[in-house]
Nanobody
């Protein structure tokens, strides 16, 4: 069973950038579809972005498209977050999963999450 570990969380000012990383332990994530979700206080989990095993395709939530970029390099998946807004404040979770035929992302394994707090 794969275990995922997210790093890169912390505090940010609105407009700043942060990069999250996701690294597996126990098993590789190479060639697997990977994604990021987030959960803000009092809200449900929200899909953020996903990336295919080869680096394509990439899919994004409308709320982050154009500001966030998902990428991968060997056994690490990244989420580059630019132009952060206070509404991006949430716990961000890395997940391994798969694409449905419509390229929506279904997670199978989750990491414990990392907190991003954006102040105005």
């Amino acid at each position: 069973q794969v275990q995922l570990v997210e790093t890169g969380g912390g505090l940010a000012q609105a407009g700043e950038s942060r990069r999250l990383s996701c690294v597996p332990s126990g098993r590789t994530i190479i060639a697997y579809v990977m994604g990021w979700f987030r959960q803000a206080p009092g809200k449900e989990h929200e899909f953020v972005a996903a990336i295919g095993g080869s680096g394509e395709p990439t899919t994004y939530a409308d709320s982050v498209r154009g500001r966030f970029t998902i990428s991968r390099d060997k056994n690490t998946v990244y989420l580059q977050m630019d132009s952060l807004k206070p509404e991006d404040t949430a716990v961000y979770y890395c997940a391994r999963g798969r694409f449905r035929p419509d390229y929506s992302f279904t997670p199978d394994y989750w990491g414990p999450g990392t907190q991003i707090t954006v102040s105005s």
